[in-house]
Every structure is written in C-alpha cells, then in structure tokens.
C-alpha cells in the first residue's frame, strides 16, 4: 500500500490498530460528506495520500512525545485528528467553529474511542506547547508535505496547511 511506505519513508510505522482506524476514519468522511460537503477530496487512496500522509509530514519538522496539541481550525480534522490517531500517548484538542464539522469530529471521536482528542471551541492556548493555527506573525521555519511552520518566540511551533496560508492571505 503506497500510503503505508511514504509513511514508513518519514518513519511513522501504521500498524494495524492505527489502520484499521484510518480506514473507519476515511469511511465516516466519506459518509458524512454526503451530507456536509467536509472535503472535495472522496476517492480511498486520494484521502490516505492527501489527507492523512499530508497530515503525517508535519513529523519531518516536529517530533511528537507526549505533547498536548491545539489544531485551530481542524476543519474534517486535518492534520489534528490523524495525528491523534497515529500519536495515541498525545492530547489533542480540536478547534472548530462549523458546527456540522464539529457533530462530524465528535462522532469519529467517540466511533474510534479517541480518549486523547478534545473538541470544542474556546481554547486556553497557554496549556498547549504546540499550536496549530491558521493566523500567524512570524518567520517560515520549516515547508513541506503541504504545511509550513514557524517558530514563535517562546520555541513553540505555528503549523498551517498551505491551504489555508493562501485563502487567507489575499
């Protein structure tokens, strides 16, 4: 499976629990999507490859442990809730505002038995020591796999899609 050796080229082994709830996650994209357009992107290996790896290469810059994490704006849960699933011994708080995103996020949430991941919509920013969000002040430290980063003063990182970077930047 193409998904399982580009994450093995970054050194994130998916073993088979952590498969199993990629691929029960990609299923509830897909059926949710039907319903709330949560993504453009539906074909099986499009979101293993687009999604869920593009989520994953966040690693090349940042080496996750036990961090407690904020994902502003997780959207479908993008890069968030994959790195939840792939980095169980982590806590991760969602931040969403669309409240069908969020009844998505909180049914993956409780499908996969997802203990270490939050989701709400008022975040106390100062408990996390790594924060992912779309607004930003600082100087590119690191890009690829779809997501840039900057090193902020206190030596924590700003991740944002290169999505999200060009639709709010006009």
């Known amino acids: 499976d193409k998904f399982i050796e580009e994450c093995k080229k970054i050194n994130i082994e998916i073993t088979d629990e952590i498969l199993s709830k990629l691929i029960r996650y990609k299923d509830l994209l897909i059926k949710w999507n039907k319903k709330f357009n949560l993504t453009t992107i539906v074909l099986d290996e499009d979101i293993f490859l687009k999604h869920f790896y593009d989520s994953l290469c ?24 994959v790195l939840a699933i792939v980095f169980s011994s982590g806590n991760f708080t969602l931040i969403e505002s669309n409240n069908k995103k969020i009844l998505f996020l909180e049914a993956v949430k409780v499908d996969l038995d997802l203990e270490n991941v ?48 060009k639709n709010s930047i006009k």
């Not at 106390?124 to 600082?138: K, V």
């Open 118 to 165: 939050e989701i709400n919509g008022s975040p106390q920013t100062s408990t996390y020591s790594l924060i992912l969000e779309w607004e930003l002040d600082s100087k590119i430290k690191w890009q690829d796999g779809g997501f840039e980063a900057f090193l902020l003063d206190n030596d924590s990182y700003l991740l944002i899609s290169e999505e999200t970077l």
């Open 58 to 81: 966040i690693t090349k810059a940042i080496q996750f442990n036990n961090q407690k994490l904020c994902d502003f704006g997780t959207g479908a849960g993008f890069p968030g809730m």
